[in-house]
């Protein structure tokens, strides 16, 4: 049986992270560098971007996100996206502080650093900092070998936080994943040992390979961020968060995930393979002596810490969300469950999860305030693993994502 591995906790002697304030100096005040691929807000406005770190990843075709996003994933802001009423009005009455752009910089360094190992996946990435952002959890689908598990590593690297991996199989026990109560003979009793999901970013790899027993343990871990083994409840550390993968094309032999389950995931993101350039990328680089096994060696800094991402998710949570756009969004999860395609629409829980997403999404566009347009890029994403399509529906050939845009489309939206 394949044992899960696991990373220790970050320890005090490890390499002296260099601080995004000391490399590029302070503020002069309050303006912050536009991060790449998003809108300069009222804050950052005239700030010059950085540039993008890696060539762009797969493009798909045009849809809710609009032409030329990352098919299946969660595509940035649009860089300089023209400004309705009501987002000129929430401008002028709601805006960042300076800990906010202190805070973002440091995002903003993790994902160009993350870009010099990771070719491509940039869309992936910001689906995985919203996530940490605002408490979520997130599944992984895409053939073997586009960088799911490398992806997660890297992010964890860059954050110093720990990370665990568990490959997933049939055989695999509960306690394997929690931990158990192992007696120590020298002191006479029983000792807790901690399972590989005490761990700061957890990488489920294969999750639908293990029976729903073994499935039905991570259910505690990752919404009430604590594991009970033998009646004591143990907290896991904070911040948490389930990277779980699944392949989409061999069902064979897998335990689809139960419906409660796939609730408890913020997003399903679809990771596809690389374009051409991408490609040759990945091989240049290779050919150069990269190996994903050796992070250290490819000069990876570790740029922020725990503290830091705690602080960052508490700065999100302060974003203004306007009565407008919560409408908006109570619309939208409403017509997934009017829709006549699906047997079952999205839950109150899915439209909660899909508020933080948005909040996450807009402090790190640099606004202090949620747009429609937060809700309508980050939607798919949350809402494509919570519906059901009816029967009739799959036999047409129609899919999750297909009804959500429509859904989407069809929606008024307030200006």
């Not at 980050?378 to 297909?402: C, K, N, S, W």
Request: some cysteine; charged content about 20%.
């Amino acid at each position: 049986m394949t044992q899960p591995t696991h990373t220790e906790p970050p320890e005090s002697g490890r390499p002296q992270r260099e601080a995004p304030a000391e490399r590029r100096g302070r503020h002069a005040g309050p303006a912050a560098p536009a991060h790449p691929g998003y809108p300069a807000s009222p804050d950052n406005a005239g700030s010059p971007g950085n540039p993008p770190a890696g060539p762009a990843g797969p493009v798909g075709p045009a849809g809710p996100f609009g032409a030329g996003a990352p098919a299946g994933a969660v595509p940035p802001p649009p860089q300089h996206a023209p400004r309705s009423g009501l987002e000129a009005r929430l401008a002028g009455e709601h805006a960042l502080e300076l800990v906010d752009h202190d805070l973002r910089e440091g995002f903003d360094a993790v994902r160009r650093e993350v870009g010099r190992i990771v070719v491509g996946q940039t869309a992936a990435l910001d689906g995985l900092l919203i996530a940490l952002l605002c408490s979520g959890h997130v599944l992984l689908e895409g053939v073997p070998g586009v960088a799911k598990t490398l992806l997660v590593r890297t992010l964890s690297a860059a954050l110093d936080l720990a990370h665990s991996r568990i490959q997933f199989t049939p055989d695999l026990m509960p306690a394997d994943v929690t931990g158990s109560l192992v007696f120590d003979a020298a002191a006479g009793g029983f000792e807790f040992r901690a399972g590989p999901v005490f761990t700061h970013l957890l990488i489920a790899d294969e999750i639908n390979r293990t029976p729903p027993k073994t499935q039905s343990a991570l259910l505690e871990a990752m919404e009430e961020r604590r594991v009970s083994v033998d009646g004591e409840a143990r907290a896991l550390p904070d911040p948490f968060l389930v990277a779980a993968t699944q392949n989409p094309l061999e069902y064979e032999g897998t335990y689809p995930l139960p419906e409660a389950q796939l609730d408890r995931f913020l997003f399903k993101l679809v990771m596809d393979p690389p374009d051409r350039a991408g490609e040759l990328e990945i091989l240049r680089r290779h050919a150069a002596g990269f190996d994903a096994r050796e992070l250290e060696a490819a000069g990876l800094t570790r740029l922020l810490d725990a503290q830091a991402v705690r602080a960052a998710r508490a700065r999100a949570g302060r974003i203004h969300a306007a009565p407008e756009v919560l409408g908006y969004l109570v619309d939208l999860v409403q017509a997934t469950r009017a829709a006549p395609s699906l047997a079952l629409g999205v839950s109150p829980r899915g439209a909660t999860r899909l508020l933080g997403a948005a909040r996450a999404r807009a402090w790190l566009a640099g606004r202090a305030f949620i747009t429609p347009d937060d809700v309508k890029a980050l939607a798919p994403a949350t809402f494509r693993h919570r519906v059901i399509l009816r029967p009739e529906a799959q036999m047409d050939g129609i899919g999750a994502d297909q009804v959500i845009a429509a859904v989407i489309d069809s929606t008024p939206v307030p200006r």
